[in-house]
């Protein structure tokens, strides 16, 4: 390694953002790349996100982290999805589970067989045939790979935990692979005359860190792209109006529900998130439709155990950077941009940012092409959860506040538009081949939201009426038979991976 340009990445910013990035480099990248971090704990943490989607397991399988362990020092649960409450009408709900209901047969999605067979008579929501739904409701976990001998997979899941515990735990891993943890607030950045390229910067103390590239994990300051190199932000308030949240942790829920619950709230929504220590509760909302103080309140009214703390206010501006990769620097987390957690995409938008980094990470120096790849993807990437957050908001029936009013006529993209329209007719997605989102969630949120198809795919005409209510019937059986089985998630919590 010693023939390359770039010997020394050096990241600005712990928290979340900065050490899953130096603990995947580490990973990925060293013992060749020297790695060094800056952070101040004089610096504070946004820490609202304490709920993540599947794709964090494979970021924890690449490191070799073991998920007892993990769960027990970030005082982990289980999540199987997120339960909407009172997003397409007042008194309705919907799990956005993270697998499928039913059982696909051939190329042919479940919801379709579902769909036919609601047309032809009153039948139970598409819930009803779902592992996780029925799961959840009981709050019932553990691994289950596969439903009997059957093909319908089994429990697909993400985690709960705290943010802030996962941080330390994985500084703990990227400096026992050699990464330098240096103490310091950032005092000014040095510059090449000529690129415009970050080569140095100096800390208190007359202090200095030199690079061959630089992270900017600086939060919403975003400290190097933003400010230093002056990469503007691109504003989605217009579609994603929320701009503030408030966060309150409370005591533990008796019962360990394995999921994430959202309930839209007049000018915004609450989210529950169960650690095993802890609950995290938050209301995200907007400043236009609702006072500060009003907010808190409705906030505290709502818990669900007495609270531990005061509710700590954040302030935020949906969007992006226009671009992620500039010169020799790279926004991850916060300082790229924020959406906010609704759907619970901020922790893998940082693992998705470092694993597309670490793809093209140049070894001599800086390519403009492999900078615009970057950048082309990360923004298509943005705009596709971006798209999908909008779409919980304008689909709604709710017209009871100006809030609600506002997200059911506004314009949207016209990507979202063309999708929306299309499963309207017959109950298709069209979806993009690297769309983060699979089929079942697009299904799962735009059938929750009340669209409702017109018609189905024609091939699952294939089966007979009577084969096809057999199916339905089965189905529904295997489920509950398989749920039955499993133990409640607080007793697999108890017996696998207990904090201490």
């Given amino acids: 390694?010693?023939?390359?340009?770039?010997?020394?990445l050096v990241i600005v910013g712990g928290g979340t953002a900065g050490w899953i990035t130096a603990a995947a480099f580490a990973r990925l990248l060293g013992p060749g790349l020297k790695i060094e971090l800056v952070e101040s704990e004089a610096i504070g943490t946004v820490g609202v996100g304490e709920a993540t989607i599947p794709q964090i397991i494979r970021l924890n399988t690449i490191l070799g982290l073991d998920e007892n362990d993990f769960l027990k020092h970030t005082f982990g649960t289980f999540k199987l999805?997120?339960?909407?409450?009172?997003?397409?009408?007042?008194?309705?709900?919907?799990?956005?589970?993270?697998?499928?209901?039913?059982?696909?047969?051939?190329?042919?999605?479940?919801?379709?067989?579902?769909?036919?067979?609601?047309?032809?008579?009153?039948v139970p929501d598409l819930w009803h045939y779902s592992l996780h739904q029925l799961a959840a409701s009981q709050s019932r976990f553990a691994h289950l790979d596969r439903v009997g001998n059957t093909q319908m997979t089994g429990l697909a899941y993400a985690y709960h935990f705290d943010a802030s515990l996962y941080a330390r735990y994985l500084r703990s891993y990227a400096e026992q692979c050699g990464v330098i943890r240096t103490e310091g607030l950032v005092q000014a950045v040095e510059r090449d005359s000529e690129s415009g390229d970050i080569r140095a910067i100096r800390l208190d103390g007359e202090r200095e860190v030199r690079g061959d590239f630089f992270v900017d994990c600086t939060g919403f300051r975003a400290l190097l792209l933003g400010q230093e190199l002056g990469i503007g932000y691109r504003d989605w308030s217009h579609w994603l109006p929320c701009n503030r949240a408030l966060a309150v942790p409370s005591e533990r829920l008796p019962d360990l529900p394995p999921y994430t619950r959202a309930t839209a709230r007049t000018a915004g929504w609450q989210w529950r998130i169960p650690l095993q220590h802890r609950t995290g509760n938050g209301h995200v909302y907007c400043s236009s439709f609702?006072?500060?103080?009003?907010?808190?309140?409705?906030?505290?009214?709502?818990?669900?155990?007495?609270?531990?703390?005061?509710?700590?206010?954040?302030?935020?501006?949906?969007?992006?950077?226009?671009?992620?990769?500039?010169?020799?620097?790279?926004?991850?987390?916060?300082?790229?941009?924020?959406?906010?957690?609704?759907e619970s995409t901020s922790i893998h938008l940082i693992q998705s940012n470092v694993s597309r980094l670490i793809e093209l990470f140049p070894r001599q120096h800086v390519r403009a092409a492999d900078r615009d790849e970057y950048n082309r993807r990360t923004i298509h990437e943005f705009e596709q959860i971006r798209d999908f957050l909008i779409l919980h908001y304008h689909q709604t029936g709710r017209e009871d506040s100006e809030f609600w009013k506002y997200c059911r006529n506004m314009e949207i993209p016209e990507p979202l538009a063309r999708k929306i329209d299309l499963f309207e007719a017959s109950g298709r997605i069209g979806r993009d081949v690297d769309d983060l989102f699979r089929d079942a969630s697009w299904v799962q949120v735009m059938l929750g939201q009340g669209i409702m198809p017109q018609d189905y795919n024609p091939m699952a005409d294939q089966l007979s009426d009577a084969q096809l209510g057999q199916f339905m019937g089965d189905l529904r059986s295997v489920i509950e038979k398989a749920v039955a089985r499993l133990p409640l998630h607080s007793d697999y919590i108890a017996e696998n991976c207990q904090a201490g």
């Fill in 81 to 122: 999805g997120i339960e909407f409450v009172d997003w397409g009408k007042l008194g309705q709900r919907y799990l956005h589970t993270f697998g499928d209901a039913g059982l696909n047969l051939g190329s042919v999605h479940f919801h379709h067989y579902w769909r036919r067979h609601a047309m032809a008579g009153e």
């Fill in 1 to 8: 390694m010693d023939e390359r340009g770039i010997n020394k």
């Fill in 290 to 342: 609702m006072e500060d103080d009003e907010a808190a309140e409705l906030l505290m009214a709502n818990l669900e155990t007495p609270a531990l703390d005061d509710p700590r206010p954040i302030r935020f501006t949906t969007g992006r950077r226009e671009q992620f990769w500039a010169n020799n620097c790279v926004a991850i987390g916060l300082s790229s941009g924020f959406l906010e957690p609704l």
